[in-house]
């Protein structure tokens, strides 16, 4: 096997390559190019790979090359979040905010209460939390991992299918948006108190209620002489390039100073941003570097660590099927029953439900930082990966599946 920087990007080459293939493959079978990175980065690990070729698997993937995968993978997801907070809309919340307030607050207690339901379970069972962790600790985690949506697939999803100016579209997104505002909060209240010493939990809560207060007060108004700037230079000029990824460095090195993760930085800044002509040159520019380039490293690096064949030792794959069917109860059925009670009509909520189960990369991002801070172990890692990957991949077949209905399209809108 070559060695050093061309054994580097050989890595980088095979994991590009396989992120393609699997994604065009997902395509082909009415999935979402994503769903195929997703499988793709698990495909590369010890799941099928390493099964196969093991050590081909280790000298490919060596423990020498990871942390340069994952400082890659770590800079694309915080400039991927970037780009989601670039296109999160604060206008959609106003039209149908009863509804969205509904079904968000639906998507969050119902997966609590599961979350303490299988919380005392799973921390009996044993194995698969840190030994130090709390119930109320593993409570917040579990409830934050059933209770988050793949709010950024979801806006795809709805642009590509020609849904952004329905009601069906507005709610999802507005819904959707709430829940993983609410979820990323929690995880951060997690990774807070996990630290053991009171100082940083202070810190951390502190820290974050001064961050986000600055950013989308004072940091919002300063930003808006960029959109100046763009507008007089009329293109995106190289230093005002610069001083925008100036700003996204030092937003995600205070979030993890702070002892929060880099994404909520990266996050917090695409909201500051001001919405126009430098937003859209913004995301037409960076969003494919990031997406084709930096995030299936992400996806890659998680794959590496989901050994999904453990699921067939002992009774794990019990606690597979309990987690994923209370993931699907707690997320599909209670959006579906809020929408109802709200008003709404059935293909309207069956919509709802079935779009806001999917977990996407965002669930994803939240297991990765819950491993990387002990949080949790492998095998809880490699359960919930699963789920997010079926509950991901239920999303658009259902839906497809909806739209053909002769009645859907004329209740949607």
């Not at 980065?41 to 196969?52: D, H, M, S, V």
């Not at 993931?327 to 439900?353: D, Q, T, W």
């Not at 490699?382 to 909806?402: K, R």
Request: net charge positive.
């Amino acid at each position: 096997m070559p060695v050093g920087v061309s054994a580097f990007f050989i890595q980088i080459l095979v994991i590009l390559l396989a992120a393609r293939v699997v994604g065009w493959l997902a395509v082909k079978v009415g999935q979402p190019r994503v769903v195929g990175e997703m499988i793709a980065g698990i495909l590369l690990g010890p799941t099928l790979f390493g099964a196969f070729a093991p050590d081909i698997q280790q000298q490919l993937f060596s423990a020498e090359y990871r942390p340069f995968l994952s400082l890659g993978a770590q800079i694309g997801i915080g400039l991927y979040m970037f780009l989601v907070g670039l296109e999160f809309d604060n206008s959609m919340f106003q039209s149908r905010a009863r509804s969205a307030l509904a079904i968000s607050a639906s998507g969050i207690l119902v997966p609590f209460v599961m979350a303490c339901l299988l919380s005392s379970w799973l921390l009996e069972y044993g194995g698969l939390f840190a030994s130090n962790i709390t119930w109320v600790q593993a409570t917040l985690f579990l409830g934050a991992s059933i209770s988050i949506t793949a709010f950024p697939m979801l806006a795809r999803v709805i642009q590509e299918q020609g849904l952004a100016n329905t009601k069906l579209g507005t709610l999802v997104l507005a819904a959707g948006a709430i829940d993983d505002v609410a979820a990323w909060c929690l995880m951060a209240l997690l990774l807070a108190s996990f630290g053991g010493d009171d100082s940083l939990f202070y810190k951390a809560v502190i820290g974050a209620i001064i961050f986000s207060a600055l950013m989308l007060t004072l940091v919002r108004k300063h930003a808006a002489k960029l959109e100046q700037w763009y507008r007089r230079e009329g293109r995106l000029t190289p230093r005002l390039l610069i001083v925008i990824l100036l700003l996204w460095v030092a937003s995600v090195s205070t979030t993890e100073w702070i002892g929060l993760h880099a994404v909520f930085g990266g996050f917090l800044l695409g909201v500051a941003m001001p919405r126009g002509p430098l937003a859209s040159h913004l995301i037409k520019r960076l969003q494919p570097v990031v997406l084709i380039g930096l995030v299936p490293l992400f996806f890659t690096v998680s794959g590496l660590k989901t050994d999904l064949s453990v699921l067939s030792q002992g009774t794990l794959w019990q606690v597979a099927l309990a987690v994923i069917g209370a993931s699907i109860f707690a997320k599909a059925v209670a959006c579906y029953l809020a929408a109802r009670l709200c008003g709404e009509n059935h293909p309207m909520s069956l919509a709802v439900g079935i779009l806001m189960n999917a977990r996407g990369m965002m669930e994803l991002i939240l297991l990765n930082i819950a491993l990387q801070n002990g949080v949790i172990t492998a095998d809880l890692f490699s359960v919930l990966v699963l789920m997010t990957v079926i509950t991901t991949m239920m999303a658009t077949p259902l839906f497809n599946w909806l739209q053909r209905l002769p009645s859907f399209r004329a209740q949607i809108h």
